[in-house]
């Protein structure tokens, strides 16, 4: 019994992590992410490979039947032993994933302790230990995690007539693009998958693994009156708060870094992936300008030298200017005019630009509202002309392109979750 | 060669895999981790990241074997047991200096055929757990396997060609002077494409990608995902190793035993491996296929037509 336990331990030093982010929860996401890197613990891309689950959101916008739903299905996905547990807090990263270890190390099969710090989510749990008991005592199933089932819930699709079989949709069939009639898959993508926007669900119909049809599901989470941390500053500066220069420079900065940091993620590039969030990092947490600017370099120059990344990314999602304008995008995509690169050309010269300025305490000029995804000041929020894109860019595309150029748009959804105080933007959706 | 094997290599065999395979992982997780938090600070902190690997493995065996709705499991099983299997039987013909457990006749033929069960094993295991991201993993390294498959044979023929021989000991006989490399190069080049996609790693690691939450092999879990992960490292492993005595010479070299020049020129093709998946970002497969198809078939068949007028004229 002793050996077993230390067999364990030893084993579960360095968990397999699966985060499952809310919208709404960039800040507490991109303080566990760099708390993971500090410590070594690999990143799990699917339930199968993870030992730990750490939901992170906001306590204000947390819905409670439809994300249960989700996290229920992520929690029985995960093979025993396993811990959970719950970030609300940005400066309490580094605690929940101690605790989440020690529970860890503790627990001999995934016994379900909330760590103190959390006891309001007692609820969930006793939720969970009841699917589980469920599960437990069939013959069969020890898990029904699934890619049907990657949203918990099963919505409907009206229209399409689908058998069922063990509760899962039978694929049906459809013509495709060449008039043969072949299977159509229905599949739900998010809002836990690796490298993929926080909260964004999208509804793909496939056949193979070509696109057919693609409708965004509207954000779940009710509206957050916290501002979207990726906007914060020009929001501020906008209320009428002092913003300096340098900090706006150093937010955008951080922001395309994290989008470049899931397209490379997304191109299969993990080395650049991994680079690049460790200079974000570094972005965040203050670094002068001329050490962030002497990071920021060899990344630039890596990425605009590449010729398999610029190989694998023309041609991907073209968005014209004009299409742009047309759809309210004011951002990047828009002065991209262009594919999959020219976005991420124009996402490395941002980031070049303000890496260099990112110390200068000059004020910001409260009417420059514009953010890392667009403008600030139009009727609707920037990333919700990027999601209403998002469908003519995906269909007849192949589901790798397809992820390629969902992350070469990078959507926030914190701005659509947002809804500001009445006077500067409306919400939306 | 000429001498006989003793029987006990058949066990020693896949514990040698094994060990290289953990040394490169290691090697591979030293890498990684600079990425991840800039280079390491002492000896010791390399060697915790060099064991990574070893951890990984453990973590994934104390874990309970889990599995999704309505899956078939025992193709999944099938599928992750039979990719250390291929791997290993692969190995069988792989001279170590000059002796290899076995040195069949045929014994190129009996390699690409144990390569060829890899097909089977990621397409079983991607299908298995019926969910849809490791379905698509499964189709992604059929598209890739009729890519790289024909170059792939074309590319070993031509090494057979060169010796005109199919029994592995005689294409490294036939290098006691000049390496293959030196007069097929394109050949060797080819060759060490397809030893990646075979291995469903770097540039071709598509079907195993992070962009469908692992593919292929993302629904396993336990012992099965040690089996399938730890398969596609042998695999790894052997396609590079058999570079070796098909175009680098096998174990000829100066001053050195054979089994040391074999271990040396291995090594440094699989650090090469290991750093290329680091340089470049994946390549998607419909870019791969149309590569395969219209410039490295052509290119391999027109090695192999240089060859074999060499060869022709000796």
């Known amino acids: 019994m002793e050996l077993r336990r230390a067999l364990v331990r030893a084993a579960v030093a360095r968990p397999g992590v699966l985060l499952a982010v809310s919208p709404g929860a960039t800040r ?12 070594g613990w690999p990143c799990a891309s699917g339930p199968a490979e993870a030992d730990l689950l750490v939901v992170v959101g906001d306590r204000e916008g947390q819905g409670e039947g439809e994300e249960s739903d989700w996290l229920a299905g992520l929690w029985r996905g995960i093979p025993a032993p396993k811990a959970r547990v719950w970030v609300t807090d940005p400066e309490r990263a580094a605690d929940a994933l101690a605790s989440g270890l020690a529970d860890l190390v503790r627990g001999e099969h995934g016994t379900d302790h909330a760590p103190d710090a959390h006891h309001e989510h007692h609820e969930h749990h006793e939720h969970h230990e009841h699917h589980e008991h469920q599960q437990n005592d069939g013959t069969a199933a020890h898990s029904d995690h699934s890619g049907h089932d990657m949203h918990g819930g099963h919505h409907g699709h009206a229209g399409h007539d689908m058998g069922l079989i063990e509760g ?19 599949v739900p993508l998010g809002p836990v998958l690796a490298d993929w926007p926080a909260g964004l669900i999208l509804r793909l119909a496939l056949q193979g693994d070509i696109v057919q049809e693609v409708t965004v599901e509207p954000v779940a989470t009710p509206p957050s009156p916290r501002p979207p941390f990726w ?29 470049l940091g899931r397209l490379f993620a997304v191109a299969g590039w993990d080395d650049m992936a991994a680079r690049t969030r460790h200079v974000r990092d570094r972005a965040l947490a203050g670094a002068a300008a001329v050490e962030l600017a002497s990071l920021v370099r060899p990344l630039i120059r890596r990425a605009e030298r590449s010729r398999t990344l610029r190989w694998l990314t023309t041609g991907l999602g073209t ?28 996402w490395l010269d941002a980031v070049g630009r303000s890496a260099a300025v990112c110390d200068v305490t000059e004020a910001l000029d409260p009417a420059e509202v514009v953010g890392p995804r667009g403008r600030l000041d139009t009727p609707v929020p920037p990333s919700r002309a990027l999601l209403d894109s998002l469908p003519r860019l995906l269909v007849g595309t192949e589901f790798a392109c397809a992820r390629i150029i969902v992350a070469s748009l990078d959507p926030d959804l914190d701005e659509p979750t947002h809804v500001p105080a009445p006077r500067t933007v409306h919400s939306h959706g | 060669m000429g001498e006989r094997t003793p029987l006990w290599a058949v066990f020693v065999l896949p514990a040698l895999l094994v060990g290289a395979a953990l040394v490169t992982a290691g090697f591979d997780a030293v890498l990684a981790a600079g990425a991840r938090r800039g280079r390491p600070g002492s000896l010791r902190e390399t060697a915790v990241r060099a064991a990574e690997p070893g951890r990984q493995v453990l973590r994934h065996l104390v874990q309970q074997p889990r599995r999704t709705r309505a899956s078939d499991l025992p193709l999944a099983r099938i599928g992750a047991g039979l990719l250390p299997v291929a791997a290993v039987l692969a190995a069988v013909v792989l001279p170590l200096g000059f002796r290899s457990v ?29 969910s849809t991201l490791s379905l698509i993993g499964g189709y992604r390294f059929l598209a890739q396997g009729l890519a790289y498959e024909l170059p792939h044979m074309l590319a070993i023929t031509t090494a057979a060609l060169g010796a005109e021989s199919l029994r592995v000991g005689e294409v490294v006989d036939a290098q006691a002077g000049l390496w293959f490399v030196v007069w097929m190069p394109v050949a060797f080049v080819i060759y060490l494409l397809s030893a990646m996609a075979m291995a469903f790693w770097g540039p071709f690691d598509q079907p ?19 089996l399938f992960l730890g398969g596609r490292w042998l695999l790894l492993v052997v396609a590079a190793a058999f570079s070796v005595p098909l175009f680098l010479g096998g174990g000829h070299g100066p001053l050195l035993p054979g089994w040391a020049w074999t ?10 491996l290991v750093g290329v998946r680091r340089a470049i970002p994946t390549v998607r497969i419909e870019r791969y296929l149309e590569l395969a198809w219209v410039v490295l078939t052509p290119l391999a068949i027109v090695q192999a037509l240089v060859v074999a007028v060499v060869v022709l004229n000796r």
Not at chain 1, 168 to 186: I, N, Q, T, W
Not at chain 1, 233 to 251: I, K, M, T
Not at chain 2, 208 to 226: M, N, P, Q
Request: net charge negative; aromatic share 6%; with cysteine.
């Open chain 1, 231 to 259: 906007d914060e500053p020009w929001l501020r500066a906008a209320g009428g708060e002092h913003v300096s220069r340098g900090d706006a420079a150093r937010r955008l900065c951080a922001a395309h870094l994290d989008s």
């Open chain 1, 319 to 346: 968005l014209t200017a004009e299409q742009a304008r047309q759809r309210g995008v004011t951002g990047p995509a828009l002065v991209a005019d262009g594919d999959a690169y020219s976005r991420m050309r124009v």
């Open chain 2, 263 to 272: 271990v040396l020129k291995t090594a440094t093709v699989l650090a090469f």
């Open chain 2, 208 to 226: 195993a990608g992070r962009d469908v939450a692992g593919g292929a092999g993302g629904e396993l879990s336990g012992a099965d995902r040690v």
């Open chain 1, 28 to 39: 507490q996401r991109l303080a566990v992410e760099a708390e993971l890197a500090l410590r």
């Open chain 1, 168 to 186: 899962l949709p039978m694929a049906d069939r459809a013509d495709d693009r060449d008039g043969l009639r072949l299977d159509v898959l229905h």
């Open chain 2, 102 to 130: 076995s040195d069949l006749p045929e014994g190129i033929v009996w390699f690409n055929a144990m390569e060829a069960l890899a097909w089977a094993a990621v397409w079983l295991a991607g299908w298995g757990p019926n």
